[in-house]
């Protein structure tokens, strides 16, 4: 086998262990006591996860630090097994926004092997196949297509899913779904180093010839984050994100598809088009590393397919206009909103894009604090917002008071703005279908959440459920940072984690809403209300068959159309399948018309100096669209 010399700069795992220990005794105690505070009085899933999954993180970390404190430098144990042990107790609760992580140099590596393996099905039989391999690697027999049959001996499906319980997830979907991934790329800020130092891959070439390929794992720097989640921003305040998910999304694009890896989330001076896509196209973005936008042609017709990658964004509102933007060039007759394998990001991102997707007003899921000391105190530092990044205000009251009545949470309270999740309303009229897989995750549940509670549209799984994380997720550096506002306390519990290490704790915990209000999204998830199973054209052509199924849903839902067109003293108004407009002229009813025609004028005196015009479209009597109009 081979692989060139270029391109990623990579060393082989033993190479990379032998200079990775750094941290001294005293240091491994401080972690356990901080791992403590973060679980015993940050953790807003543990009631749930105590009962869910019969779990005791805290006394695990109470029996850990007893082990410590008995042990000296010379009998302490190796790293690699102190990190084996904090990460497991972590692991335990099935959280994937509660995670130990990793100092250097672990920190900003990733593992991983030269190709990627992907699952399908043929009626209920499972397939593994390889989908990808980094550019340049060759072996006899070896490349996409080829099915592979054991792991280092081991069935591949029995290796799968022994992998799989060494990994968070709130259900059995997401622990197989990241069971498979980290079979072969691990970022090693959360992942221990695999045990073993290559795998022998059994695997049956184009040929029907069964063959071995033996491969060391390798170690490279992964593609930083575009949001720094330890400092004290809006954006990381409002973070929902499997870090897992999204190390392994910058990993896989600088390993595979490194033509759209990026310094930044939006890359400006990018060649862009104002041209609608013809049939099959693919319009370019500034944002190759969250949105890939193209006009497919399925057998029901051709219809927009938008994939968003994630919603790991530091401008909420620029994420949505170059989304609006993309499906503007797309056909209007439907659209694909595809969001498989996003693993979150910034919650406003998410929440604000359902806007655009339906007439509806969006209400934004509402988040709780667990009521512990320390929560209240935290929050009371912050209830006047006095870094301009985080209002804890509307918490304050119900945490104070749970100190007297017992209560367990908070009352609940959006983290999105009501206003900024309503601000330009509906911008695409035809039919959406979003597809979901089990890694969707955090900020992408809670988009799925509100999609299906806004009732915008069919949601279309790639698997069983979504990934099942309801939570607002802090850093140990920031909840540090968050102490420290207005000004410093000597006494703040929480204190420097040596060698760049880092925690994360889910602090507030998000709940649906409308039909399904109060019910916590954790462990829970979105269930699909159509299910895909892949095939072996999904995985290595490009989605065919999932797309055509999508694309079979789309043909069947109406195509709407309510275009404004403003005057000095009146609307034109081009519609299709709406029979009533209703105008509102900064804020207030001002015209009423039935819709007769395919378009229609409504005289509506001085709408042409208006500051905010809505038109509100019906069918027999059901709100079906609605138009937002800024003239001024």
Request: aromatic letters at 6%.
């Amino acid at each position: 086998m081979t692989e060139p010399a270029g391109g990623v700069a990579k060393q082989e795992l033993q190479d990379f262990l032998r200079t990775a220990d750094t941290l001294t005794l005293d240091d491994r105690r401080l972690l356990v006591r901080q791992a403590l505070v973060l679980i015993e009085q940050n953790y807003v899933h543990r009631p749930l996860k105590e009962a869910m999954h019969a779990v005791n993180p805290v006394q695990r970390l109470r029996l850990l630090a007893q082990r410590l404190d008995r042990q000296t430098p010379e009998t302490m144990g190796p790293e690699w097994r102190f990190h084996a042990e904090l990460s497991e107790i972590f692991h335990s609760v099935r959280d994937l926004h509660t995670n130990y992580l990793l100092p250097e140099p672990y920190a900003s590596k990733v593992a991983y092997l030269p190709y990627l393996v992907e699952e399908y099905y043929t009626g209920d039989e499972r397939h593994y196949v390889v989908t990808m391999t980094v550019e340049g690697f060759e072996a006899p027999g070896f490349g996409p297509g080829v099915e592979v049959t054991h792991w280092n001996g081991v069935p591949i499906d029995r290796a799968v899913e022994a992998n799989a319980a060494r990994f968070a997830g709130g259900n059995p979907a997401a622990r197989h779904a990241r069971g498979l991934e980290s079979l072969t790329i691990r970022p090693l800020i959360m992942h221990v180093p695999p045990d073993e130092a290559w795998v022998v891959l059994t695997y049956v070439d184009a040929d029907g010839i069964v063959r071995e390929l033996r491969e060391r794992w390798r170690v490279t720097d992964n593609l930083p984050s575009f949001v720094d989640a330890d400092r004290l921003t809006a954006a990381a305040v409002a973070q929902g994100l499997d870090l897992g998910t999204d190390e392994i999304g910058r990993a896989v694009r600088k390993l595979y598809v490194p033509q759209v890896a990026t310094a930044h989330e939006t890359v400006h001076g990018a060649r862009l088009t104002a041209e609608p896509a013809e049939p099959g196209d693919e319009p370019p973005t500034t944002m190759p590393s969250i949105f890939r936008a193209r006009s497919i042609v399925t057998p029901s017709g051709t219809f927009g397919h938008i994939r968003v990658f994630s919603f790991n964004v530091n401008d909420p509102g620029e994420f949505v206009v170059e989304f609006v933007r993309l499906a503007r060039l797309l056909p209007q007759n439907g659209l694909v909103l595809d969001v498989r394998g996003n693993g979150g990001g910034h919650i406003h991102a998410a929440e604000f894009l359902l806007q655009t997707l339906t007439p509806h007003p969006i209400t934004p899921e509402p988040a709780q604090f667990v009521t512990t000391p320390l929560n209240v105190r935290l929050c009371g530092r912050h209830e006047e917002n006095p870094s301009g990044a985080v209002d804890l205000g509307p918490w304050c009251p119900s945490m104070n008071q749970a100190l007297e009545t017992g209560a367990v949470y908070s009352g609940g309270f959006p983290i999105t703005p009501v206003e900024g999740a309503n601000a330009i309303g509906q911008q695409y009229f035809g039919p959406v279908v979003l597809i979901t897989d089990a890694r969707c995750y955090s900020a992408t549940d809670i988009f799925a959440a509100g999609f299906q509670d806004h009732g915008i549209g069919d949601v279309l799984g790639a698997d069983d459920n979504t990934g099942a994380g309801g939570a607002n997720v802090w850093t140990h550096a920031l909840l540090k940072l968050l102490m420290e506002q207005p000004s410093p306390e000597e006494d703040s519990p929480y204190l420097p984690l040596p060698g760049q290490a880092n925690m994360r704790v889910s602090i507030r915990r998000t709940l649906r809403v409308h039909d399904l209000a109060g019910t916590p999204v954790e462990d829970l998830g979105v269930l699909p209300s159509h299910r895909h199973r892949m095939t072996r054209r999904d995985v290595l052509e490009d989605n065919a068959d999932l797309l055509a199924r999508a694309a079979e849903l789309l043909a069947a839902r109406p195509v709407r159309r309510l275009d404004v067109q403003v005057g000095a003293d009146e609307l034109t108004l081009t519609t299709h399948l709406v029979d009533r407009a209703d105008v509102y002229v900064d804020g207030r009813p001002r015209a009423s018309a039935d819709v007769t025609a395919e378009v229609v004028t409504v005289p509506v005196t001085g709408v042409g100096s208006a500051r905010v015009i809505r038109v509100a479209g019906f069918q027999d009597g059901e709100l079906v669209a609605a138009r937002t109009v800024m003239p001024v």
